[in-house]
């Protein structure tokens, strides 16, 4: 579901938690999507835990 909300373009944000961990495998993050998506980074913070927090915003062309 997450995979066709981008693809439609109703997304215009993505606020991921992460723990920079190597594992073998596993399950994708995200779900496949068929052209690739511009994103511009607009926050980080790291918790004492190690997570880290990211915002994404979508990268829009600027009109002219």
């Known amino acids: 579901m997450a995979a066709e909300a981008i693809e439609l373009d109703l997304v215009d944000e993505l606020h991921m938690f992460r723990y920079?961990?190597?594992v073998?495998?596993?399950?994708?993050?995200?779900?496949?999507?068929?052209?690739?998506?511009?994103?511009?980074?607009?926050?980080t913070r790291t918790f004492g835990s190690?997570?880290?927090y990211e915002?994404?915003?979508r990268a829009r062309p600027q009109p002219d």
């Open 55 to 57: 915002r994404d915003r």
């Open 50 to 52: 190690r997570v880290i």
């Open 20 to 22: 920079p961990v190597v």
């Open 24 to 43: 073998g495998g596993g399950t994708p993050f995200f779900p496949p999507v068929t052209r690739d998506i511009s994103l511009d980074l607009v926050g």
